[in-house]
Nanobody
Framework: QVQLVESGGGLVQPGGSLGLSCAAS????????MGWYRQAPGKQRELVAR???????NYADSVQGRFTISRDNAKNTVYLQMSSLKPEDTAVYYC?????????WGQGTQVTVSS
């Protein structure tokens, strides 16, 4: 059973940058399309970016041009580089498979964008 551990969140000022990591333990991870999701207080969890096993990427309109998703299959890790952060990016960020989140959700990592 693959387990997911997200890290790298924190408090950042508007316009700042953060890099998130999602490490997957176990086996079988590399064949999946992986996504970064986020959930803001009082809102549903939403997909912000996804990457196929071959490295093809897709982004939500709200983060296009500001976020970059990548993966290192040798390290079983997915990354999300975030720049030009806005207060509305504040949320708990999670990774999981796409389109169906097949794996047990990790604890996520909190990103807070505030001055």
């Amino acid at each position: 059973q693959v387990q997911l551990v997200e890290s790298g969140g924190g408090l950042v000022q508007p316009g700042g940058s953060l890099g998130l990591s999602c490490a997957a333990s176990g086996s079988g991870y590399n064949i999946y399309t992986m996504g970064w999701y986020r959930q803001a207080p009082g809102k549903q969890r939403e997909l912000v970016a996804r990457i196929t096993s071959a490295g093809n990427t897709n982004y939500a309109d709200s983060v296009q041009g500001r976020f970059t998703i990548s993966r290192d299959n040798a390290k079983n890790t997915v990354y999300l580089q975030m720049s030009s952060l806005k207060p509305e990016d504040t949320a708990v960020y999670y990774c999981n498979t796409f389109p169906v989140p097949r794996l047990t959700w990790g604890q996520g990592t909190q990103v807070t964008v505030s001055s």
